[in-house]
Structures are given as structure tokens and as C-alpha cells.
């Protein structure tokens, strides 16, 4: 393994072959927390390859292996659990306080799965989409990273984490913020490659092209922020996974990013799929034409196209009272009996069709409730509830029934209560924190990124020769020692070798 390597192949091919899916009940299992680490490593070792432009093997095993639907899988079942079940648990948490330290870490354990697995995901989509049967479910779970990124609703604010409830919503607000700016780049990679027409009717049903230019156009953008510093108001934008300082405000109209780079490419692969758009959505474009300069253009020519494109669709929408699909959507508001109003008269009714992924989650929850229920001789009563029962820490049911099915709140109960036994389960003192894979960039001696490395040892990393000059002076004193000592090995057990009579080649030495 070279220095700059986190994982031998042999390594990754174990990894990846161990990928299993798991089910809401199973998430904070130790074989959960085991894979959680291993996708971890993957994930770093992906992002090097593309870095340093190698050989993107880690995805390729992915496809070898045919574990891209696993990971999809377990991208929705950790989304599940954050939007359906965490609330619940929290309540739980509140009645055991002694474990809310076993808490903590478990619960930010399944919340980051989510994040790896789709940075996962978005390091392979740089080149080409992964190779799931997914795909759809896929493109659900983005429209609501959309749907994210409209609400804007992300607070940085630093705020003083006292209680493990404010500790989790602080995380969550956090990750989430993280896991939409990196769905930009998976919303990129389907607007410009080719897709079925199950995924493009999905993605055009969902108005994809109209919510990523709202995004565009919104007064406060999601991806910038204003903080204060030195008492002066400073207004950043998010690149790479960091906050960064406009050098010169004119930045903000002229220079195009990467984040606003993204969503403006999926805007010109969304603007090919034939779509028909209301009187209200073509004024959506107007605005992210007038927004789209000579400036812009010379450094992302086709986004030319893309303005042409919203001149004919402003010309041909705007100047005509009611659209096609404004005439198709009265008869549908209509027929559904939704009311016209000014805040509901513009929308866009979308009819979808459930996944099959998410019936089978719910289907196997139930089947789990239902066993579970069963197990615990729950008797008949005339109440259909479980009443959720703290005692020293621990959760128990009571009452309820189960004549045919159960019911979603006795589903979100007993699976809380199951992910509850995994935290008071969990040894924080036995638990191994894999700290030698912290970073997915090596580190200067200053703390920034670094790319070079000492010519000589090749085990010293450095952003730039200023730093290495620097450095030189404590460097110099071990620099070479380990590759001088490995040689001295080397001639001490040739001579060994001689001294018996033997005569052998060692890497290439007779």
C-alpha cells in the first residue's frame, strides 16, 4: 500500500462484499455500526482516487459487486428514520437521561450514514450515474433535497448544545445542509445523462426544472450566508465542503461557483426534457434569465443555449393568458375538488405513484410490530395504542392490539423502542472510533490541505514550498531515517543469508 492509500484492493473487495441492506429495526446494530465504519473508509479512499485523478476502482467494485441497490436501500431506511421515527425516540431519551451520552453517538452514527452514502454516490455520479435498479426511489429521495433547499430553513448560528435534544438538532440541521449540497451534484448527473422514462416522468412530475430555479432566483440563496466578523457583516458562499469569503462583492453577479455551477448545468439538461410548464413557472425562468450575464456565459458557454432557451419559453407562455398544462391543471383541481385561491391557484398538481421500495419498508416495520406485539402477549383492549412506560432507564410496552394489522403508531413505538435497547447496548468505553481515518486529505504542518510531500522521504505532506522551507530545520533530523533503516535491515539479512551459504536475489540484488 503507497503512503497515500487508505484501503488495499483486497481490502475494498472485502468491504463491499459484506454490504447488506438493513431495515429501520436494525439500524444501531453492531453490524450496522460495522459497516458504517467500513463505507466510511470507502467513501475517503473514492474521494482520493478522484482527487489525486486515479483509477476510480472503489466505484467499479460497487458495480462488480452489484451493491449500488444496497446502498440506495439504506440511504432511505436512514432518511426514514430521521424524518419518521427520531422524533419519537427523542421523547423517549427525555424519560432516560442516563443514556443520553450512548445516545448521542449512536444517533449521529445513523444520521452520517446517510451523508456518506450519498457522498458516496455523488463521487461516482462526477462521470456517470450508478448502476441500480433504484433509480426512481433515487430521484424521490433528491426531490426532497430539493424541497430542503426551497424551505431554507438551515441555521448557523452556534448555539450552546446543553441538552442531547438541542445536540441532535444542531447535528441534524447540520448534515442535512450537507447532504443537499452534495444532492446538487447527483441532480447534475441526472439532468445531463440519459434516464428511463419511469425516472424522467418522475423527475418532470416533480418540477424539477422549475424548483432548481427557484433556487436560483430566491432572495437568500441556500448556499450563502451572512456571518458576522471583527463586528462587520460578511457574506460567504459554500464550496467543497467550506465556508468562504467573497473576495470582492462584484464576485457574487459575475463569477459563477461551483455550487451555482451545478444547479445551473441541471437546469440546461432539465430544459431538453420536453416538459410543459404553467403561466407561473415560465415567470420562474424569466427572472433566472435576466440573472444570467455576458460574464457568466464566457465562463460556462452553453449556458447561451440555456438563455435562448427561456427567451422562446417567455415568449411563447407570457404573452398568452393560460397555458396547455394550465388548462389540464383547472380540470384537475376541479376534479379533485382543490380550491383556487392566491396561494394555491398557481401550484402544480402532481400525480405520483408510490415506490415499491418504500411499501416494502413499511411492509416488513408492520411485519416486525406485528411479531414483536406478538411476542410480548400484548392481550385485545379496547385501546389500539401502546403506552410507552420508563422505568430506571428502561422502555416496556403496555396494552394495544394487534387483531389484523398494526398501526403506524404502534409501528413508530416498537421500532423506537427496539433502536432504544440497541443505545442502552451500546459500550461506549469498548467502542472503536477509527481515528487514522479522520481526514480524506493528508495534513500540513500549518493544518491546511496538503498536496506535495517531502521528494526525499515521501512521508512528510505539505501545502507549498513555503511551508516545507519552514519545516526544514526539525524535518531534516528524520528525514530519509525510515528508508535508511529499512535498507540497513535489508543488508543485515542479506549478510545473514551469505554468512549460512545461501545465495538468493532480493529485489533484484543477487
Known sequence: MSDDEILLNDQAVIMIKNIQKFQVYQLGSQEFLKQHSDLQKLNMQAHRNYAYDQDEWVSELFNTYDKWDALIFNLITCFQFRTQFMPTLMGMLQKAPEQHVQASILLYSIMFHEAVILDLLATRAVDQLPQTKYQSELADYLTTKIDSALKNKFSFKSTDNTTLQLEMESCENDLDFKCTMTAFILIRAFACQKLPLQTQYKIK?????VKVAQILTANNLVYERTIEKNKIQKLQYYEDGNWLDYEKMTERHFKIFKTQGQLLVACLGLSMMQDQYSK???????VLKSKINESMIDQLPQLKELKLFYERLSFSYLQQQNSDLDDYQKKVKQQFGIEEGPQRGDGVVMIDVVSPVYCQIETLNKQFTENKLKMNQIPDSES???NVKSENGSISLSGGTVKSSATNEQII??????IFTKIKAFNVNTQTLENDYDKVFPMCTCGQTAKFRCAKCKQIWYCGRECQVKDWKEHKKT????????????QKLLKKIEQKGDKVEYDGVE
Open 205 to 209: 412530475s416533480s418540477r424539477w426544472h
Open 280 to 286: 407561473s413557472e415560465a415567470g420562474i425562468f424569466d
Open 479 to 490: 528525514c530519509g531515517s525510515a528508508q535508511k533503516k529499512e535498507e540497513d535491515e535489508i
Open 413 to 418: 413505538n416498537t421500532i423506537c423502542i427496539e
Open 384 to 386: 389500539q395504542k401502546i
